[in-house]
């Protein structure tokens, strides 16, 4: 049965079913699984089979973009029962999709995790220029840079925000965190990021150490 509806999700998410996607992870969620098995093998495992579909034109943008739109109702439907918003103030974030990338998805599932790890989130959206991470970053007075790409060719641009950084003499005062699909440890150290982390779940416990142990230095 658990089985059954964990399908039917997936199912419904490739076809952009965002209402019937919605009823089924508040069915779900009724019934009483787990909200991390819902997300993983319901939600993100359409969104696989959507991907490799598209990486061999059997379906189009449009079709991608339903599926998208039916990915954040159903995680809409998870937030407030993946997230339990931490009372301590842990730290400010400053996050992002980078210039040239509209993916957002995953970058809005660091959102939510960073939320309930209680950091205070400045999201700004999508297609944000490394000029843009800073002014916002100094303006707020952030602990932490996140950036996420999911495009190869949008990806040096985590790296221009770093050599801004430097230019500035303020690489230091931040912590820089990068991640998305095609994004590594590797890159990260390439390009003089702090932290890679393949989630967003380790992303927001990465987060949150980091920032205790610089507070602590
Ligand atoms: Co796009 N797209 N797309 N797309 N799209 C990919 C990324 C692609 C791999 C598809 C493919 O070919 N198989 C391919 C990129 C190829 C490449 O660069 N090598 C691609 C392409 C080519 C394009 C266009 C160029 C297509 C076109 O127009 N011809 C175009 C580019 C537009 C642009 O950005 N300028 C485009 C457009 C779109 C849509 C708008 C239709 C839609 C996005 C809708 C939206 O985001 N609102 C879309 C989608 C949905 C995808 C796929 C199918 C799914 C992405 C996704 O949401 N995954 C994707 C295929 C794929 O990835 N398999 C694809 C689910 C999400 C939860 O995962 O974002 O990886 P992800 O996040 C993960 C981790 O990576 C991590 O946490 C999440 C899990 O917990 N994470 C972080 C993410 N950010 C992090 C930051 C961190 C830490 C972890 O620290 C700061």
Redesign the pocket.
């Known amino acids: 049965m658990a089985e059954t509806i964990i399908t039917e999700i997936s199912e419904f998410l490739q076809k952009g079913r965002a209402k019937n996607v919605k009823a089924l992870v508040q069915q779900a969620l009724d019934e009483g699984m787990d909200p991390k098995v819902i997300l993983n093998e319901g ?2 495992d359409g ?2 089979i ?3 579909k ?2 061999k034109n059997e379906i ?3 079709e ?2 339903v ?3 039916a ?2 109702a159903g995680i809409a439907i998870l937030e407030p029962k993946l997230v339990e918003v931490g009372n301590e103030p842990v730290g400010k974030a400053v ?1 992002g ?1 980078v210039k ?8 809005n ?2 959102v939510m ?1 960073l939320r309930g790890a209680g950091f205070e989130i400045h999201d700004m959206g ?2 944000v220029a490394p000029e843009a991470f800073i002014e916002k970053a100094e303006e707020v007075g952030a602990d932490v840079i ?9 990806m040096p641009n985590m790296e221009d925000l770093i050599t801004e950084l430097k230019t500035r003499g303020l690489r230091d005062k931040y912590i820089v ?7 590594n440890d590797t890159f990260a150290q390439q390009i003089g990021a702090d ?9 927001a416990e990465k ?1 949150k150490e980091a920032v205790m142990a610089k507070k602590a230095s």
């Open positions: 939600l993100l969104m696989m959507v991907g490799g598209f990486k189009f943008v449009p991608v973009l599926a998208a739109r990915m954040s996050i999709t040239g990338d509209l993916h957002d998805i995953g970058k599932l660091v995790m999508v297609d996140c950036m996420s790409a999911l495009l190869t060719t949008t965190m990068v991640g998305g699909a095609p994004v932290y890679y982390t393949p989630d967003a779940a380790s992303a987060a």
